[in-house]
C-alpha cells in the first residue's frame, strides 16, 4: 500500500485534521471546501472503478491495479459526513 502525498492513508489523515474548519473554528473558504470534496470524489471514484470495472474505458494502470477494498469507499462517505456533520445546519441558505 503506497504511503505519503497522494495516497488513500495520508488523505484520510489529512480528513482527521478538518481540513475544513478554520483555526478560529469558522468554515474554510469556499476554495477549501472545494478541494476537500474534490480530493474526496475523486478518491472514491478510484475505488468504485477499481471495484466496477467493466462499465469504463482507458482506466489507468496506476487504478486498475488498485490494492484497496470497497470498504474504503463507505469509509471515505463516513468521513465527509463526519466533517460537514457541524456545518449542514449552520451553512444552508
Known amino acids: 500500500m ?3 502525498l497522494g495516497s488513500l492513508s495520508h488523505l484520510k489523515s489529512w480528513l482527521q485534521s478538518d481540513p475544513i474548519t478554520t483555526n478560529d473554528h ?6 477549501t471546501v472545494e478541494i476537500v470534496i474534490l480530493a474526496i470524489g475523486l478518491a472514491m471514484r478510484d475505488i468504485w472503478v477499481t471495484e ?21 469507499y463507505e469509509q471515505l462517505s463516513h468521513n465527509a459526513a463526519d466533517l460537514v456533520n457541524g456545518y449542514k445546519d449552520t451553512y444552508v441558505s
Open 2 to 4: 503506497k504511503k505519503g
Open 52 to 72: 466496477f470495472p467493466e462499465g469504463f474505458s482507458d482506466i489507468p494502470e496506476w487504478v486498475s491495479n488498485s490494492q484497496f477494498a470497497f470498504h474504503e
Open 26 to 31: 469558522n468554515l474554510a473558504s469556499y476554495d
